[in-house]
């Protein structure tokens, strides 16, 4: 049988959509896995042993459309679900299936603070697009491959930082799921030990602050490295802090303790750090209040002006993972 997994972004939500993979590569008899994406994130699929084959999505979606016609697939699934993906499904017109998103549940919740959410993880609602195939959850997490040409070894990092370090996640894809950089600075004093600063160009700015405010101890590693390089620091941490982004999810497939530290967003809205094996090692620092949450992604400010939910994180508290 083949199957197309259709993921286009981001870097976490492509990570999550591993066990889908692995499961239904073991669990069908002949499944031949194909998943498309952004050409961009093609790199968090293309070493993994569970995909036969990954169809890059550049400018063009009438191009892919017409790549993907040409594999005969027998079926979709559909991990995205947005109006690109169904685009896909109507010109491929075989059997298809998605996963239940939410958003009138997330609508409430944001808008009125009425919890009708499932206690569900994404994972599971995942699974849920597969069941069509007997596709189960084998309950063993995340995972993400790095070839060993991609790795970046220990050697490139200050000799003091090699027997072990705290990977700082400084990055997130809105202004209201990061820190915001006094606090980062804070934190990272509180931090004992070296830290390496995990991060994309947009965050070289704020990252050399801390790396200049902080002092040797601190490695800045933003921007310097691709997805796959980040991802092979995060592997080697002795332990991770993150916000609720890809870098929390890239912690999880690798086992790693993980701190995740959220603002205007919830876990339960199904993506807090998912390690099943090690529920032990995923921790969660957040502020409850009132108005969280406020957005079910995110916005470029606190629509309340106080920003509590990031400026009141107990800092202490998450430094004190770090030590553990």
Partial sequence: MKVLVLRFSSIGDIVLTSPVLRCLKRQVQGAEVHVATKASFADLLRFNPQVDKVHELKDDL?????????????????????LRTSRVKRALGVRA????????????MVNFKLDRLPKEHIV??????????NVRNDERGLELFIPPEREIGLDQLPEGHRPGYTALAIGAAHATKRLPPHKLVELAHHIQGPIVLIGGKEDQEVARHIASTVGGRVFDASGLFDILGSASLIRQ????????????????????PVMSVWGNTIPEFGMGPYIPTHPGRAHIAQVHLPCRPCSKIGHARCPQGHFRCMEDQDLVAIATFAAE
């Fill in 237 to 256: 941490a002795a332990r991770v802090i993150a916000h609720d982004s890809g870098a929390m999810h890239i912690a999880a497939a690798f086992k790693r």
């Fill in 97 to 108: 299936s998605s996963f239940p998103k939410l958003n009138v549940e997330k609508w409430l």
């Fill in 62 to 82: 009438g191009d892919l459309i017409r790549r993907l016609k040409a594999e005969g697939f027998d079926a979709i699934i559909d991990l995205h679900h947005n």
């Fill in 124 to 133: 599971d609602r995942y699974f849920s697009a597969a069941a069509g195939l």
